[in-house]
């Protein structure tokens, strides 16, 4: 067995109570392949995951299989759509697919051999790509470019939180100090001949994406600096048509718990862990989600909501109706990839893609600062399996790093130029706070 030595990173907010709602249970579907991430239309959920596997559903239930290279192929990290006939998916090896025809066939390519952490095309010649290493545009000319300017912004802001092509002329990326740090807009007007960076004063933004052809960002603001006592943080949701030129919603957002909204997918931003909240629309609309294993990986579709954690889990919400005014847990933790040019220290048999685990967490027996010894299986394909986690006293902790774990992505293992599987050991040291 190997060994490696992996801290945490992400950190989760503390509710204050639970939202009270309908017991429709989450069942575990399988689309015939190891899921990895999920998206979604206006009429049907997108999966993608193991083996270039694509498959798609209209309510979470039965799937069809689009695509799926069985036995080989790359790791799909990754899956959108930027209209009803254009979609894309992006992976292990450089390998990005795209559809043209609403999903019913993919065509592939490859930029590269480098993963690509993180994509959004706008059509299959324009968008962005990031790797471990580079920040890039492609322009239809087929060649990638990197983006080097401005420098001070990439420099002082390496993390990527989300990538944005809204068109071959518009696209943009959200860039941050670190997680739940200082955030703003790296964004291009003119195909990614110039590049600006707009840093909104007194914002800190956790979502970036595209809704109806515009840009959308949320997070939270702080307001009233200059009165006695300070200023306080309030809930902050705006939209763009170019990234640089911003207007605030006026529509209610005051259920967004902790003065912010986020894990925002097109379907709205997750409130709590028990309400979306959506206000891309004329007006705010709200769906209660079903207690159960949502993970930052959800989409919905009418009242059907799928969430990919240690499996494809699926549900049917509850129409709105009643007493919306209290808050639910915490949202679930968003992983974002390694900062821009973060490379592993030493070569490794094994390297992650995306390994966070959140070091505070919540328990009513232990409380502390605490060394976890944990054991799992990577297998060949870069997913994880057969995780135990070791020297915990308390079963809901140790279902929690249980969780995480079995959700982590490595690059496939290959050993003299064959895939492999690992079994390695690793220490997770995460601060436990008691519950009250």
């Not at 695509?67 to 894309?88: K, P, Q, R, V």
Request: glycine share 10%; charged share 15%.
């Amino acid at each position: 067995m190997r060994s490696l030595l992996l801290t945490g990173s992400m950190v989760i907010a503390i509710a204050s109570s639970v939202y009270a709602q309908s017991p429709s249970p989450w069942t575990a579907t399988d689309p015939g392949f190891r899921t990895v991430n999920i998206t979604s239309t206006r009429s049907a959920f997108w999966v993608c995951g193991a083996a270039e596997g694509i498959a798609t559903s209209p309510d979470g239930k039965s799937w069809q299989v689009k695509h799926h290279a069985e036995g080989s192929g790359s790791l799909l990290l990754g899956i959108g759509f930027a209209s009803d006939t254009f979609g894309y998916a992006f992976g292990t090896g450089g390998n990005v697919l795209t559809t043209s025809d609403g999903g019913s066939t993919w065509s592939s390519q490859k930029f590269g051999t480098e993963t690509i952490l993180q994509a959004s095309f706008s059509d299959p010649n324009h968008g962005l790509i990031r790797t471990r290493t580079s920040l890039s545009y492609l322009n239809g000319d087929g060649t990638l470019h990197a983006i080097h300017e401005p420098e001070d912004a990439l420099q002082h802001f390496p993390y990527t939180v989300s990538l944005v092509s809204l068109s071959p002329e518009k696209m943009g990326v959200l860039l941050s100090q670190g997680p739940s740090s200082e955030a703003g807009f790296l964004t291009t007007i003119d195909g990614g001949k110039t590049w600006s960076f707009f840093d909104p004063p007194s914002t800190g933004l956790n979502s970036f994406l595209q809704v109806d052809n515009s840009y959308w960002a949320s997070g939270h603001e702080v307001v009233d600096k200059d009165k006695p006592g300070g200023g306080h943080s309030v809930v902050l949701a705006m939209k763009s048509s170019d990234g640089r030129n911003w207007q605030r919603t006026t529509n209610d957002i005051h259920m967004c718990q902790a003065q912010t909204c986020g894990v925002c997918t097109t379907a709205g931003c997750l409130a709590s862990d028990s309400l979306v909240v959506n206000f891309y629309g004329t007006q705010t609309t709200y769906l209660p989600i079903p207690k159960g294993p949502l993970t930052s990986k959800w989409a919905a579709v009418g009242l059907h909501l799928c969430s990919v954690g240690s499996s494809l889990s699926c549900s049917t919400a509850a129409k709105a109706v009643g007493d919306l005014s209290a808050s639910g847990g915490p949202t679930p933790s968003e992983q974002i990839p390694p900062p821009l040019k973060d490379k592993p220290a030493t070569p490794s048999v094994l390297t992650c893609v995306l390994c966070s685990i959140n070091p505070i967490f919540v328990d009513d027996k232990l409380e502390g600062r605490i060394p976890v010894p944990v054991t799992f299986t990577v297998e060949d394909d870069g997913t994880v399996q057969n995780v135990e986690v070791k020297n915990i006293s308390s079963p809901q902790l140790q279902k929690q790093i249980h969780d995480q774990i079995v959700q982590w992505l490595f690059e496939p293992p290959v050993q003299n130029g064959k895939p492999f599987r690992v079994t390695t050991n690793s220490t997770l040291n995460i601060t436990v706070m008691r519950s009250k």
